[in-house]
């Protein structure tokens, strides 16, 4: 039987609490749906502009989302497309549809 490298382990526990907050589980399928401002993903999720600014920090840390500036602008979105397909993956694991 193959045991998973340590670090790798480490990386993976990190990457599930981070994707464990409810809160960043609403703000990367928001994402997942297109790319956004703070100030329309914090209407989409009901939450201040400044809470959703700080997880944001968080998930780009973990590299889950992404930015581009636009002049004043800057919109986010899901780092790739492997996000989109953890989060597919889980909805259809758990028997629900959107």
């Known amino acids: ?17 981070t994707m464990s907050d409810p809160t ?4 990367i399928y928001t994402l997942i749906h297109g790319e956004l401002c703070v100030q329309d993903i914090a209407k989409e999720v009901k939450m201040s502009q400044t809470a959703v600014s700080y997880q944001l920090r968080v998930l780009k840390g973990a590299r889950l989302v992404k930015f581009r500036r636009d002049g004043k602008m800057i919109y986010y979105s899901v780092d790739d ?18």
């Open 1 to 17: 039987m193959k045991i998973l490298d340590e670090d790798l382990v480490m990386m993976m526990t990190d990457f599930y609490k």
């Open 81 to 98: 497309d492997h996000v989109n397909k953890i989060i597919q993956t889980t909805i259809e694991h758990l028997g629900h549809e959107e």
């Open 24 to 27: 960043r589980l609403k703000i």
